[in-house]
């Protein structure tokens, strides 16, 4: 069984051996590729961008770090996030804003340098 599976800008084809397997990887296929489209409120108004990148990031201890980045415009530098399942080789969307990031829309983020905007301003801790 196959199913091609169309995106704003990508397009997934899926093999299965039946109905239950295809649903599975369809649903996690929409998890990580359903929102392709960087979003946050700026100045009042909400501002969206489908000019995406896929990164795959590695720090010094050969961890990896899973993003969709937005490459230009007012939301340039907004990123979507994932972490790794431990089972398998599926990826999963982090929805919390980490320290330095605001929130943009739909699980969108932007790191900046200033304390003052930090998630955890103000705290003791």
């Given at each position: 069984m196959?199913a091609?599976?169309?995106?704003k800008?990508?397009?997934?084809?899926?093999?299965?051996?039946?109905?239950?397997?295809?649903f599975?990887?369809l649903a996690a296929m929409?998890?990580?590729?359903?929102?392709?489209?960087?979003?946050?409120?700026i100045d009042?108004k909400e501002?969206t961008s489908?000019?995406v990148?896929?990164v795959?990031r590695?720090?010094?201890?050969?961890?990896?770090y899973y993003?969709?980045?937005?490459?230009?415009g007012p939301l340039?530098w907004?990123?979507?996030r994932?972490?790794v399942?431990?089972?398998?080789?599926?990826l999963?969307?982090?929805s919390?804003?980490?320290p330095n990031e605001?929130a943009?829309?739909?699980?969108?983020?932007?790191f900046v340098?200033?304390?003052?905007?930090?998630?955890?301003?103000?705290?003791?801790f």
């Amino acid at each position: 069984m196959k199913a091609i599976r169309q995106y704003k800008n990508l397009t997934i084809e899926i093999e299965a051996r039946d109905q239950v397997e295809l649903f599975e990887q369809l649903a996690a296929m929409d998890e990580v590729f359903g929102n392709l489209e960087a979003g946050a409120v700026i100045d009042g108004k909400e501002v969206t961008s489908s000019d995406v990148s896929f990164v795959v990031r590695t720090d010094n201890e050969d961890n990896n770090y899973y993003e969709v980045r937005c490459n230009s415009g007012p939301l340039q530098w907004y990123k979507r996030r994932f972490g790794v399942h431990k089972t398998g080789k599926s990826l999963f969307p982090r929805s919390n804003p980490g320290p330095n990031e605001i929130a943009g829309l739909r699980g969108w983020f932007k790191f900046v340098k200033d304390s003052a905007v930090r998630s955890d301003a103000g705290s003791d801790f």
